[in-house]
């Protein structure tokens, strides 16, 4: 194999198993629970930081300003990167989760990612600014002593390893009684509360293991990149991981995981890679906003055409909420209610 | 008001209204009360049956066109706009019309129910449920509507003021208006109607003049907890 | 002090863009009762339309201006009939709905970027000149600005207020099966509505890029959750709300600049919109009594 194509091979994969990652855990959140959150890729943002800060060694020896450097040994910075997502979902969670109406919660949400786009690139010794980290270097690379092309496949690997766990704990999270209480609380948490569920409780623990998974996600992306900064993690990328989820299939772990192969992998990845290799002729803008098109008229095609997305999720375990009982006049009460 | 008699037939449940009566359709919880009659105001649509207005098949016509044709209908909980003020409701109701009728009418509504002039510029949504009432009625008589569909009129209203309520509505039949209403306070709604439906599950268990439905053994037994 | 009362200054001018912003936003959140995360690239829309008029047409900037607004005007009519409406009449709520806009904001910024690239742009018939009154200063172009913004929603209140139209817009608002059965054509009704946001979202968007220096394609979606600040500080859907909501966050945000960094101001308007989110949803005027005979 030659050496481009096994960059590109290598790359697509750690891009495909970070996104696995990425849309599992918003899947636990929106597909699963039911929680309204646009501002999910700011838990990947700080996961990415942290990770970042914790590899790059004091900041004193490097040209640029952050805190808390430290070179941990690996895999510590990948796994703070996910505590890093956690704790800042818990954050979120509480501002969100506890006293705000349905609408509410997305715009919140939103507004909470905007304001940190806007602290971390304006504060610069924070995470050095807009300018964003640079030179991080890459997990057990002088260990291991691999020629460049080889250690992308084993990190590639590793990332594959960290999705696979990823995927099996979902799995069976999906299963469990957890699971089970979450789609119910998804479809009426009055109700839910009403048979004495702890809603909030429930709702964020369900967000905090969503956000390691988005933190981990980060981590992994910024050992691969090297370098992250607050145009890494703009609205449009959040997006991408919504409506992946969507046109994967909400609910459901393969449907997520398709999802994280199908757009950001096979549309935006390929797309991003396709040019570099024959020389453009174009504006270097037209592809990208071409590419960007794409996607949102694709998310725009599946909520018309196939909301439930490609790989729907299973049959609930209960029957669906009825609306009358017993009644010929079924219209009458739900017309009550509204 | 033309001279005609003004004819409301629902098939299956078989339901005829004659110019200036009162009639009544009670019956318990869940019985197509509301259904029926948003089905005759054109607010659902019927699977089969028609609805006649004076002898002319209007069952295809949808809400707004019926308002025109005169079937005035207060829903039971969304009757008026909260955010407008009372007499912008009042013109809401007469949108169809040129501005002086317009004047004309809304003077005649509040002669009718006074309690509204002195909110004629707070909005809606401050109102007491009475005079909220009152003014989904008020909105609805702009139009001059030959029949008066009134879902539950007096659903969440006090005792005094579902009392005033039932006099406007029988002042209003007195006037030649026809009015059929669902109503929860059975005695109250057969005591004045000229003639009464009860539906139970959907179909019709009794009919006849309301007095004489008061005294019927199994609608006391049902209803009026005799 | 001066310092706070020049801040006001540049408050009024910049609340003058918010108010005819916030009050476009809320004319469409109020009859289709979806938060419209598309609404902030149609302000770059607006002003991409003006630049076309400099550029192609050679017209004045104020015609341009027009332009904009006209240009956005129709497209939000457009919009709403190939894309929101649909997706409303087929009963896509809440999220999804949220997620419908979202994917359009997407598609229409990067439209933008596709015919006019990532670059940064400037009308070049902005008035200059400065006038002085007192500590405060304004530039000529931000006068004219807060005149027109001044004169519109004037021109908007009486419509709203004592016409026909504006008070069958508002019934809508507030039930639109009722306003249909009072005899209201709810569809055309609905394209005036989408006219009339698209159309001063565009005039904010044009107003916008003339206050800043240069603009790009990020100018309006940057813009997004200042102007939701106002329309939900306001009340979501309440025409009279967004104006008010438009001077406060205008004036806040200007004011705290004499505090915080410059580039933290609009951190003040989106606390803003998260307190209220959290404690006062309805906004600050809904509840009040009076509201409708003191406007």
């Known amino acids: ?338 | 008001m033309t001279g005609y008699g003004s004819t409301v037939i629902v098939h299956g449940v078989s339901l005829r209204a004659e110019e200036g009566q009162i009639v009544s359709i009670i019956g318990p919880n869940g019985a197509g009360k509301s259904t029926l009659l948003k089905a005759v105001a054109g607010q659902l649509r019927k699977q089969s049956g028609r609805v006649l207005l004076r002898g002319e098949d209007v069952s295809t016509l949808s809400h707004d066109v019926l308002a025109r044709r005169g079937i005035g209908f207060v829903p039971q909980n969304r009757d008026v706009f909260p955010s407008l003020t009372v007499e912008e409701n009042l013109e809401m109701g007469g949108y169809l019309l040129p501005p002086p009728v317009v004047r004309e009418r809304k003077e005649e509504v509040l002669s009718r129910f006074p309690q509204l002039r002195p909110a004629l510029h707070r909005r809606a949504s401050t109102l007491s449920g009475g005079e909220r009432k009152m003014l989904g009625v008020g909105r609805v008589l702009m139009m001059k509507p030959d029949v008066l569909l009134l879902d539950e009129p007096s659903a969440g209203l006090s005792p005094e003021y579902t009392q005033t309520l039932l006099q406007h509505i029988v002042q209003l039949a007195k006037e030649g208006n026809t009015v059929v209403m669902v109503e929860q306070h059975a005695a109250e709604a057969l005591s004045l109607a000229d003639w009464a439906y009860v539906l139970v599950a959907g179909a019709t268990r009794h009919e006849g003049p309301g007095r004489m439905l008061l005294e019927n053994e199994d609608i006391g037994a049902m209803f009026l907890g005799k | 002090m001066s310092l706070v009362i020049a801040a006001v200054g540049f408050g009024f001018a910049s609340a003058a863009v918010l108010c005819l912003a916030a009050l476009g936003f809320t004319l469409q959140a109020g009859i289709t009762n979806v938060v419209n995360l598309a609404y902030g690239t149609n302000l770059t829309v607006g002003a991409f339309g003006a630049l076309v008029g400099e550029t192609v047409f050679h017209l004045d900037i104020w015609l341009a201006m027009l332009l904009g607004a006209l240009i956005m005007g129709f497209v939000s009519v457009f919009l709403n009939r190939a894309v929101i409406d649909p997706f409303i009449r087929r009963g896509t709520r809440h999220f999804q709905m949220m997620l419908v806009t979202f994917a359009l904001s997407i598609v229409l910024e990067y439209v933008v970027v596709l015919i006019w690239g990532e670059n940064f742009y400037s009308y070049t018939g902005v008035p200059s000149g400065v006038l002085n009154i007192g500590p405060m200063s304004f530039t000529s172009s931000q006068l004219l600005i807060m005149g027109i913004a001044a004169l519109l929603l004037l021109v908007m209140h009486t419509m709203l207020r004592y016409t026909k139209l504006g008070k069958a817009l508002r019934a809508m608002a507030d039930d639109k099966e009722l306003a249909r059965g009072c005899g209201v054509n709810v569809s055309r009704m609905t394209d005036i509505t989408w006219f009339l946001s698209g159309a001063l979202a565009g005039l904010a968007g044009v107003s916008l890029a003339m206050t800043t220096s240069s603009f790009s394609e990020i100018l309006g979606s940057n813009y997004l959750l200042v102007v939701v600040a106002a329309a939900v500080l306001g009340g979501a859907g309440e025409p009279y709300g967004a104006m008010l909501g438009g001077l406060i966050v205008g004036v806040v945000t200007e004011v705290s600049t004499v505090w915080i960094p410059n580039e933290y101001s609009d951190v003040i308007a989106l606390a803003l919109l998260v307190v209220f989110c959290l404690f006062r949803p309805e906004g600050i005027i809904s509840g009040r009594v009076q509201r409708s005979e003191e406007l």
Do not use: H
């Open chain 1, 1 to 338: 194999m030659n050496t481009a194509l096994g960059y590109y091979v290598a790359t697509i994969a750690v891009y495909f198993f970070v996104y696995v990652i990425l849309e599992l855990g918003y899947n636990l959140q929106y597909g699963l629970t039911g929680i309204r959150n646009v501002g999910n890729y700011v838990f990947t943002a700080f996961g990415a930081y942290i990770g970042g800060v914790l590899s790059l060694g004091p900041a004193s020896t490097t040209l640029q300003t952050y805190i808390l450097g430290a070179t941990l040994p690996y895999p510590l910075p990948l796994v703070l990167g996910g505590v890093a997502g956690a704790v800042v979902a818990a954050a979120l969670g509480f501002l969100f989760l506890y006293r705000l109406r349905a609408q509410y919660q997305a715009i919140v949400t939103l507004v909470v990612a905007q304001v940190a786009w806007l602290v971390v690139g304006n504060w610069v010794p924070l995470f050095n600014g807009y300018n964003g980290l640079a030179g991080v270097p890459q997990p057990l690379a002088s260990t291991l002593g691999l020629p460049p092309v080889e250690y992308q496949f084993v990190f590639a690997a590793m990332s594959g390893v960290v999705a696979l766990v990823c995927f099996g704990f979902m799995q069976r999270l999906a299963r469990s009684p957890f699971g089970r209480m979450l789609r119910a609380i998804r479809e009426d948490d009055t109700v839910a509360a009403t048979f004495g569920k702890n809603v909030f409780g429930v709702q964020m623990t369900a967000l905090v293991l969503s956000g390691f998974m988005a933190g981990l996600a980060g981590a992994l992306q910024i050992e691969f990149l090297g370098a992250w900064s607050p145009s890494t993690w703009s609205v449009p990328e959040g997006f991408v991981v919504i409506a992946a989820l969507i046109i994967g299939g909400t609910g459901n772990n393969w449907g997520a995981a398709l999802g994280g192969f199908i757009l950001p992998v096979g549309i935006y990845e390929l797309t991003v890679l396709i040019p570099a290799f024959n020389s453009p002729g174009v504006g270097s803008t037209v592809i990208p906003a071409l590419r960007w098109i794409l996607i949102g008229l694709l998310a725009l095609a599946f909520l018309w055409f196939r909301p439930q997305g490609m790989i729907p999720e299973p049959k609930p375990a209960f029957p669906p909420r009825a609306v009358s009982i017993g009644t010929p006049d079924a219209t009458e009460g739900a017309e009550v209610v509204s």
